[in-house]
Structure formats: structure tokens, C-alpha cells
């Protein structure tokens, strides 16, 4: 049995079809644009969302950060310091008042730590909060190394930096360099050596404790006052510890064969040369 296909356009078989694809488009093309229509309202609302929560999040931390910032409770009310130095006290209490400090939260502990550092006796500053109103500074002090003598008396650490000016050496029992005469005496040659040389003798502690003063009028050859020996020593510019310990050993027997001596050169190496006193 044979069944004809059914013609819904004037028996047009190919108009139906075309008719067909043509509906079956325009449907994709509506649905294509409500789907479309939908995903850029669900972003719009997406970035509304995110932009309201954004909004409140900085509005809230601004807040929480004025409310934080203005709490008295969290003020600095006490400062700890801790030093073996007493003088380094109200000069570290006067760094901090001039950082103007409202809140313990709000100190910047690095800029803190870098001011203090700068102090001449300061090696060495920790600081740390205790809250809710506690502000805690340990200080290491430079080691005082020796005394330079020039137009008064400066206090020096061994690594050359003036810590202190000052009016009787006695006080600190450290050796003391002379014959500096330029102002700017880092950089002159007879503060460099007569310095390395006591560097290199403050490796052997008990010889160190016994040097007085290092004349450095003459770079070339520097003369050493040592404390329990009235006669001068110059050692030239370098083997100090050696030429120190060689002085120790000859000394009395020289005074005892040539009288009272005014010094003993021991510039060159194994040969010894003397001057008698008057």
C-alpha cells in the first residue's frame, strides 16, 4: 500500500521544509537571546553583589580602624627601657615622645628601632609591644675601646665611632691615642694607624690593659707609653704584640747596663736602638 505524503503548503513538499527550517531558526535565534538577556542580568547582579559587599567591607574596616585608632586603652602609657647606661634613658623616653605615638597598634616599630640605633652609645635596640599599653626597649651599648685625645678628650668604640665627649679619661682607664692634629681625624693617616695598632694589640687583653697612650706624631714609627714601665717604646708600624713582649724582656736588663733609658726603638726588626736619659 502506498501512502502519500501530506502537503500542509498547496501540495509543496519543499516550501514545508523550508517553511520549517525557517520557524525552527527563528526560534534558536529567541532563545539564543533570552539565554543571552539571562547571563547578562546574572553577571549585573554578580557585580552589584560584589561591589555592595565590597562597599561595606571598607566602610567597616574604615570604622573598626577609627574606632581602634581614638581607643584610649591602647595609648602609650608606660615605656620600659632597659640599659646598663642610666644617661641613654630620657634621650630614647624623648625619641619616642617626638613619634608622637596615639596608639601602641599604629607604631611603626622599625622607624622606631633605626632612630634609637642612631644614638651614639646604641649597638643594639629590641623593642616590643605588651598590650594593651606597654612599650619595651632593650639596648646593647657600644663597647668603649679607646680614648682620642684632641682639644679635650673623645670617647671611641672599636669600630672608630665617637660615642661621647668628655673631660677626665681616668674615668674609663683605656688607652689613649695622641698626635691627631686634622680635624676630620678618621681620615688621616695618623689616626688609621696609631687605631690598627691597637686593634691588633687588643687581641692579647692583658697587654692591652697595659698600654697608657700611643703617640702617633711620627706615623711611621709610633711611640707606646706602657703603664708599669717609665721608658718610651717605639715599635714602627707593625708586630706591636711581639715588639711589646720583646720590650718586657730586655727592658730592665738595658736600664741595668746603661742607667735610666728615655726610650727603645725596636723599628726594625732584630736591632735595638736606645737613648739614654739627659
Not at 537571546?33 to 547578562?40: L, V
Not at 620600659?80 to 619616642?96: F, G, M, W
Not at 680614648?147 to 673623645?154: A, M
Not at 726594625?268 to 737613648?275: A, D, L, S
Amino acid at each position: 500500500m502506498i501512502i502519500k505524503e501530506r502537503n500542509f503548503l498547496n501540495g509543496n513538499p519543499a516550501l514545508f521544509r523550508d517553511e520549517f527550517y525557517y520557524w525552527r531558526k527563528k526560534r534558536n535565534i529567541s532563545v539564543r537571546k533570552k539565554r543571552i538577556s539571562r547571563i547578562i542580568i546574572t553577571k549585573l547582579f554578580f557585580l552589584l553583589t560584589i561591589s555592595a559587599m565590597a562597599s561595606l567591607l571598607v566602610f567597616g574596616t574604615h570604622s573598626l580602624y577609627t574606632l581602634i585608632k581614638g581607643w584610649e586603652k591602647l595609648g602609650v602609657k608606660e615605656i620600659r627601657i632597659y640599659t646598663d647606661k642610666e644617661d641613654l634613658i630620657p634621650v630614647v623616653e624623648s625619641a619616642i615622645e617626638e613619634m608622637k605615638i596615639k596608639n601602641i597598634l599604629f607604631l611603626q616599630l622599625n622607624d622606631l628601632k633605626k632612630r634609637i640605633e642612631k644614638m651614639n652609645w646604641v649597638k643594639e635596640a629590641k623593642i616590643r609591644r605588651i598590650l594593651p599599653s606597654t612599650l619595651e626597649v632593650s639596648i646593647v651599648e657600644k663597647e668603649p675601646f679607646c680614648i682620642l685625645k684632641k682639644e679635650g678628650y673623645l670617647l671611641l668604640n672599636n669600630e672608630g665611632a665617637v660615642l661621647e665627649q668628655m673631660e677626665n679619661p681616668e674615668i674609663f682607664n683605656l688607652p689613649i691615642i695622641s698626635g691627631i692634629k686634622e680635624d676630620n681625624f678618621l681620615d688621616s693617616l695618623h689616626f688609621k694607624v696609631s687605631f690598627s695598632a691597637l686593634v691588633e694589640i687588643s687581641k692579647e687583653k692583658d697587654i692591652f690593659k697595659k698600654i697608657v697612650y700611643i703617640d702617633a706624631t711620627n706615623p711611621n714609627n709610633l711611640c707606646i707609653r706602657l703603664k708599669d714601665l717609665k721608658t718610651l717604646l717605639y715599635a714602627g708600624t707593625e708586630n706591636y704584640v711581639s715588639k711589646i713582649k720583646l720590650f718586657y724582656e730586655i727592658e730592665k736588663g738595658l736600664v741595668t747596663n746603661f742607667g735610666e733609658l728615655e726610650f727603645v726603638d725596636l723599628q726594625i726588626i732584630g736591632r735595638i736602638y736606645i737613648k739614654k736619659k739627659g
